[in-house]
């Protein structure tokens, strides 16, 4: 099924200057970039983004983390795009992650991952229409 998933190369992933890489990653599979941005998310938006994860321990660190520089925001389009990106960008932790992801091949703290994406239909709808509309 053609879908679309909402991906973000978070801060770290952009200092790190792993755009180009991460970007051409997701054509090289085949899928399309219908929408990319690069940009700073304020801290309101982090939030209701990351909202589930409210109160859990790691969650103070993500807001910060997440907000605190430019990142790069992208809806991704293509068949099974939901399932195709998260097989890239692998495990959330990456020493989990399997060698050849994103995840796995560029980082090594929960915190410091690189990349996000959508985990579901919904989630992918809600986040692109959090952040680009
Ligand atoms: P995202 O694509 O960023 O949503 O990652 P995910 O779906 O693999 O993980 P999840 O939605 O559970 O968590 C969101 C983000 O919170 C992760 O990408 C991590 O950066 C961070 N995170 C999740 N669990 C932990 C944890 O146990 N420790 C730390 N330090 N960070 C975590
Ligand atoms: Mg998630």
Known sequence: ??????????????RRKLVGNIISRIERKGLDINRIEMRKVPEELAKKHYEEHMGKPFYDDLIE??????SVLMEVEGQDAIEAVSAMVGNT??????????????????????????DSHQSA????MLFFK
């Open 1 to 14: 099924m053609k879908e679309k998933v909402f991906v973000m190369i978070k801060p770290d992933g952009v």
């Open 65 to 70: 983390h997440i907000t605190s520089g430019p």
């Open 125 to 128: 709808e809600r986040e692109i």
């Open 93 to 118: 932790d990456p020493n989990k992650a399997l060698p050849g992801t994103i995840r796995f091949d560029y980082a090594q703290s929960k915190t410091y991952n690189i990349i996000h994406r959508s």
